[in-house]
Structures are given as structure tokens and as C-alpha cells.
């Protein structure tokens, strides 16, 4: 079975490998089990089911929640000529019947539809009369009402199990939590399910997170280097939203604004073109998530902090699911937990609730303030340990330090204290730089002994450090008024003297900007920059003439293989992964010519390369082609080798030598263990016998045979 898995597998999605469980997860379920398939966004859902539905015989149905989801899906599909079609609110009742006919006929493998669809009398008796393969219960977390996208419709799936007790049933979702895990097998009688549980890290993601000094200045920095990708910034408020994207804008960005107060249709145009277009940022509120099923979103940035390492997780999450490096950054202050703690003390909701959402926020600010790696603790918040330190976020590259804060700290908790636990950061920090301006001289406080006693430390250090002292718990923010400090019961032992405090030291502004412009991303290199925009030109061209977004027609990934390894003839384009056969057949030749036509290979080399392995492959010799395409004889050797190389041409088609010569100069190149000579090394030995243009070529034969 997994061999036949494998053959598709290449065949029709053009892929070499099965990544990760994906293998285990098809066999379970084409050979009639069911599945519950816990993995990230990225890790590869899809094929889960869709490779399971072309092994099976009849009708696949896969549920899902949204019709951007379903669409997207449906045209991806149908693109690797795959006979699948979406249900629902949008077709006319004679696209219906005409839909429902070839169902019936077997001409459709897999049928997408909406779970209120689905568990229509009507539908579910549909389906009771055709051969069923699968139901593939997609974002499978939407039956939960602990978890943010509870979706009632999805309760009423579990009468499947009782219905169809034979077809085997997949549940897939991107949420970890163990207690929705537990609530979606109970809902949806899955009891019997194997259960796949992927690891949640993705590797692909760079994470860092900078304290705010002067956000829009670092958030021009951040995205600076990574003009022309496509990503996400959140914000917390519609306002600010705009704000942003018009600035973004001004500053020659591309942006979009999308939150609740935009109309649907406004709202769903800036959708559509985020998906559609490439290189376009949306800057959005948090009703910007689901269904963005975008593959190549390059970053994810968020200006405001998160409410819950949950919402982190996930929102960064969208960034990067086609497994090439995104980037995950943000930038968070005092003011963000001054705000969201009002936010949270003045919510409805019970003690009980409010003490969970306290909890939740308490872990987004520890990962902000953690010093050591930040994927170790987000996962470790998930129930994960991750053995080493990741080397792949701000803290493993940058190598934060800490620094002893204890008197500082205590210094700052007296001077809270001794002004009389009402005023905020700014006052304390002017009172202990001891700086005697109106306000300060109003209050009498040039007189308190802790004025000017922190001129050792400057502004920005001051700052940050009161800040790590609330996100620690130790400091309490006055929610009813202004954001004054007061002390908590918990910095007593501090004050006494009874413990230190080792804090973060914050990067200077300045080498943050660096650090966030160096880290990851940047996909391709500087020289490679035409030919990948000929890539994407032709691409969208394609996705226009298809009316489908770019990345169905190829994903960057499959794209940016294509430039690394620039496949010259079809079948070396069927190599690339991504390539399969249907591909391959409507986009192969177009592909290939702007490779070929590419930068690196102008389009008069690449015919004349074409000509000069027919003309070998006619059997004429070097000297013959030269003449023949008024070219050296030194250059037709090396597009020769060059030819051999990639195995356009065979040593015997080339050349014309003799057996006992050839030989030697086999035996000549071998001679010594590892790696071939350079042709320089031996050229002495062969001098007067053979053109040193031979030699070249038969060490390009060499050199594929060993590659091969
Ligand atoms: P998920 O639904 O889990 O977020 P997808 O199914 O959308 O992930 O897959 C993410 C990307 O990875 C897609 O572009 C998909 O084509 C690609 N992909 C999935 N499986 C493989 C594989 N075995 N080899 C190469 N690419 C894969
Ligand atoms: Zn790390």
C-alpha cells in the first residue's frame, strides 16, 4: 500500500518524500481505520486525506469549515488534475444538479462541503447511496467550546460514526491542547482513532521579540530587508490598524488594512487580493486569522502584544506553512501590559475566568522577558520539551546576557514607596535621575532620599527595568487610574535583601535593528533576483489566465528549486519537487524557457546549446560544430562537458575515441582516492595526444556517473 502511497505521491503532487507522519497517518487510513491527526499549520494535513481519497475506491468528503478553505483546496487539486468540487452557499441549484450527477457517476474523487451542508437530511441520504472512501474532518477543533473557533455545526458531526460505521473517518487539527484533543474524540466518536501527535515546533520560524522604543522605526527596520514579501502585522485596535498600514504605505510599502469595522465586502476584497497578489502586507486586528491558508506569508509582526502564548502561537503561526524560513517578530512595552491588564481587570467574566486569562497573559510576558531560548519555552508552555536550546530565534543568536539588578531594583522599588505608590514610570524615572523639573518640584520630591540616586543608569535601562519588575509580578499597575505603580506582597523578600535578581539586559536599539535585519528570511540571494521575479511574472501570469491564486500554480518552494537547480529539459523538470505529471504537462515548457532564458543562460546560449547536442548526437566532431555554429573549437569542447554533465549527452556521442586511449585517461583521473584531479593535474601527461578539451569531457562523464 505505502508503495502505491509513494507512486502518487510523486505522480500527482510531484513530492519524493513523506514528511513526517504522513506516511503512517495513510496507510492507517486508506486501509480503513480512523485517524485523529494532531499537527502544525505547515506540517502537511492535506495530503493526509487527499492521498488516502485516491487510493480508495468512491467518493472522498472532506468537512470544512470555511469556503475560502474549501476553494483554495478545490483549485489546488484540480490543478494536479485531480477531479474534486466544493459545495456550497455560492453555486446555483443547477450547478448543484449538475454537480450531484457526476457524483453519481464516479466522476468526482473528493467533495468538499460545509458541516451544515453535510448533516442535511437530504445530503446525508445523498450520500448513503454512493460508495463512501473517507470523511476527512478538516480544522477538527472547531467542535470544541473551549477553543476559539467553536462552530455548534460541527457537534452534529459526531452521528457520522453511526451512520457510515464502515468508511474510515480523519480528524485533523492545528490545536494541541490536550483538552481539546480530548473533546473532539469524544464529540466525534472517534474512540477507536489511532491518534498521530506531531511535534508543534516550527522550525522554519525565526522568532524575536524587541522591547518598544520607537515602533514604527522598528518595524521599518524589521521589514526594510524584506521588501516585496508578503506578511502580517497585528494590531490591537482598528485604529492603530489604520494607522499603520497607511504609514506603511507612505513609506512605499504595500499594505492593507482589514478589522471588524471594515465592510464584509471590503473586508473580503482585501482578503482576496492578499491571497491573489504577491508582496502585499496586511495589517490587521485578530479578525484576521482563520482561512488564511496563504502558504507563502514571509513574517508575521505584531506591534501589540498577544493576550495568551496561545494567540502567539498561533497567529505566528501563519507565517511560513510552506516550510521555507518566515520570520515571527514583535515588538511589546510597559504600556502593552499596562493596557492589557486593564483590559483584562475591567472584562466580564467570573474570578474563576479571570485568574485563567491573568494566568495566560502572565506566560506571554515571560516568554517576552525570557533569556533563554524562546522555542524551548513556547513549546515547554505546550507540553513540550525541545532537548537543545534551538539556535534559531533572537536569544540563541544574540546570546543575551542578564546582569544582577538587585540593587537597582531595589533602589526602584523605594522610589515607588517613598513617592507614595501612585505615579508611573515616567515620574519615577525623572525622581531617580534626579531631575527637578515642575511636576517634581511641585510634589516636593527633589527632597526624598531616593532623588537622584539612579544617575548611573540611563532612561532607556531605567525603563526596561520597570518593566521586567511588573511582568515578573513584582510591581502591581494601578488598573483603575493612570498606570501608577504600587509594590506587590511579592517583592518583599527583595527589599529585605533576602534574594537577587538577575534580569535581561536589553540589546541597544541600534543593534537590535542589525539583529533583526540579519537573522533569517531573505530568500533569495541578490544575484538571483531577475530570474526569480521572471519566475513569479510568469506564474502570476499563469495563476491569471487560471483564476487561481499564484502559489496554486506552484508553491515558492517548488519555485525557488526550480531557480537553484535550473532543470533545462522536462525531465530534469519533473525532478523538482512539486512537479508533478499533470504540472509538468501544462507549465513544463514555460518554465524551462524562462530558465533558460534567465540571466545566467541568455537565450542564444541555450540554442545554441540545444543545437550543439543534436549536432553531436548526429555524429559530427568538434571541429565540425565549430564551423557549424561559427564558435571555437575550445568552447564547443566545454558546452560539451558541459552537456555530458548534465547528461544531455552521452561520452560516445561526443567524442570519438579510441577504447585503449580512453581508458588511460580513465585510469589517469582515478588514480588517486577521493575526489577526481582537476584536468590541470594530469593535462602534462596526455600533451600532443588528445585535445585538452577531451579531458574535460571525460571527466564530466565521470563526475555524473559517480553523482548518478
Ligand atoms: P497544513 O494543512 O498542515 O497546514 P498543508 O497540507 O497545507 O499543511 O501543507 C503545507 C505545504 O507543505 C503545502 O505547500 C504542501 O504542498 C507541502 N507538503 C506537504 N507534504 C509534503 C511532502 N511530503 N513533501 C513536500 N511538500 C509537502
Ligand atoms: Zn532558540
Redesign the pocket.
Known sequence: MLDQAQRI?KDV?G?D???GR?GAIIERVASGGDALVL?P???????CFQVPALLRDGLAVVVSPLIALMEDQVATLNELGVAAVALNSSLSTEEQIEIAGRIRRGEIKLLYVAPERLVQPRMLSFLEGLEIALFAIDEAHCVSQWGHDFRPEYLQLGQLAELFPDVPRIALT?TADMRTREEIVQRLHLQSAERFLSSFDRPNIFYRIVPKEQPRKQLLSFLTPRKGDAGIIYCLSRKKVEEVASFLCDQGFPALPYHAGLSNDLRAYHQRRFLNEEGLIMVATIAFGMGI?K?NVRFVAHMDLPKSLEAYYQETGRAG???LPADAWMTYGLQDVIFLKQMLNNSEGDERHKRIEQHKLDAMLALCEETRCRRQALLKYFDEELEKPCGHCDNCVDAIQTWDATEPARQALSAIYRTGQRFGVGHLVDVLQGRENDKVRDLGHQHLSVFGIGKSMNDGEWRSLFRQLVSRGLVELDLEGFGGLRLSDSCRPLLKGEVSLQLRRDLKPQQSAKASGSAASQLVRSDEKTLWEALRTLRRKLAEEHSVPPYVIF?D?TLLEMLRSKPSTLPEMAQV??VGARKLERYGEAFLEVLNGGEETPRAVADLRHELVSLARAGMTPAQIASQLSCTEKSVYSMLADAIGRQQLSLEQALDLPEELLGEIQDAFLDGEGELPPVAEIIEQFAGQVDPGVLYCVRAALQAEFEA
Open positions: 505521491l503532487f513530492y518524500s513523506f514528511r504522513q499537527m499549520t505547515g506540517g502537511g494535513k492535506s495530503l492545528a491558508d502558504p506553512r510552506d516550510g508553491p518552494a519537487s512539486g
